[in-house]
């Protein structure tokens, strides 16, 4: 079970992963211009920043259970890239993009339990 957090830090967390959900939303929708400038698969890091964020903001919320959390952002992944395949924005439906949306949410994942489990770091971070 997660600390409480302070009802006006957590609405601030709100705020943020709102604005950070409707960013990658956009962000990935939004056309590639120049479209092939980049090196092929370079934009998985973009994907495993983009999702490890996503699912730390949404995590410090507390509005969501980690593992709910995690199915539904995986969930999201996949939406965007559907719409990716759909939409005439240039875009295409990869899913090298859904698993490295889900490394990076896994990545936030265990890192949290390793800090909530590792009573050094524990008393390093306090």
């Known amino acids: 079970m997660q600390k409480?957090?302070?009802?006006?830090?957590?609405n601030k967390f709100l705020i943020l992963a709102v604005f950070w959900t409707a960013f990658v939303l956009i962000a990935s929708l939004m056309p590639v211009h120049p479209p092939g400038k980049l090196p092929a698969q370079s934009d998985k890091l973009v994907h495993v920043i983009f999702f490890a964020l996503l699912y730390y903001f949404w995590t410090k919320t507390g509005l969501f259970r980690s593992i709910s959390l995690l199915v539904y952002l995986v969930f999201f992944g996949i939406i965007i890239e559907i719409l990716q395949g759909i939409l005439p924005f240039g875009r295409h439906f990869d899913w090298l993009d859904v698993l490295a949306d889900f490394?990076?949410?896994?990545?936030?994942?265990?890192?949290?339990?390793?800090?909530?489990?590792?009573?050094?770091?524990?008393?390093?971070?306090?």
Not at 4 to 10: A, D, E, M, S
Not at 112 to 119: D, Q, R
């Open 4 to 10: 409480p957090i302070k009802p006006i830090l957590r």
């Open 103 to 126: 490394f990076g949410i896994i990545l936030v994942y265990f890192c949290g339990i390793i800090m909530k489990n590792n009573h050094a770091v524990k008393s390093f971070l306090e």
